[in-house]
């Protein structure tokens, strides 16, 4: 597929057989390699599992980051506390928290002008992405790092 700014890219999906950690590791790898691409990104406080101890305070905190939108004006007062969450990626502390809690929630979305480039769901069970041939490569690089195979992603069949 070609992108909007000329360049070669693919739908990657990820797929089924990894353990918990592996999972995480590739949603958080992908997240990386997309981060200066994301213009906008949300995710959901919420998941079908119970929240892994280690980022329960990732959890509470951007449960926080809504209760500051609302108090700022920027969310309604009505919108679920834990649905669509908006994080800036250009923060530290906020990507941070979007590494944490991705793998976990039940839908995040990276959109880049208004395209959608990056959603997981099902609590980490379910990842698509569309890379770059350039980001697709560090992609695959950073997981054989980590000892992931470049099998753990598919392209996305057509039509789906």
């Given at each position: ?28 790898e ?22 892994p ?7 509470e905190?951007v449960?926080?980051?809504a ?20 994080i ?16 976990h ?9 208004g ?46």
């Open positions: 597929m070609i992108n909007q700014h000329g360049g070669m890219s693919r739908e990657l999906i990820l797929v089924a057989g990894l353990s918990p950690a592996d999972i995480a590791l590739v949603h958080r992908a997240l990386r390699v997309l981060r200066t691409d994301i213009d906008a990104a949300h995710l959901d406080a919420y998941s079908d599992d119970p929240w101890p280690a980022v329960l305070r990732s959890y905190r449960l926080c980051l209760r500051e939108a609302v108090a700022a004006g920027t969310r309604a007062q009505r919108a679920d506390p834990g649905m669509g969450i908006d800036d990626v250009r923060d530290d502390a906020q990507f941070e928290l979007m590494l944490d809690l991705v793998p929630t039940i839908n995040a979305e990276g959109w880049r002008e395209q959608l480039v990056f959603g997981t769901s099902d609590s980490g069970t379910s990842l698509w992405m569309v890379l770059t041939q350039e980001q697709e490569a560090e992609l695959l690089s950073r997981l054989a790092a980590q000892g992931i195979p470049s099998t753990a992603l598919a392209v996305q069949p057509p039509g789906r």
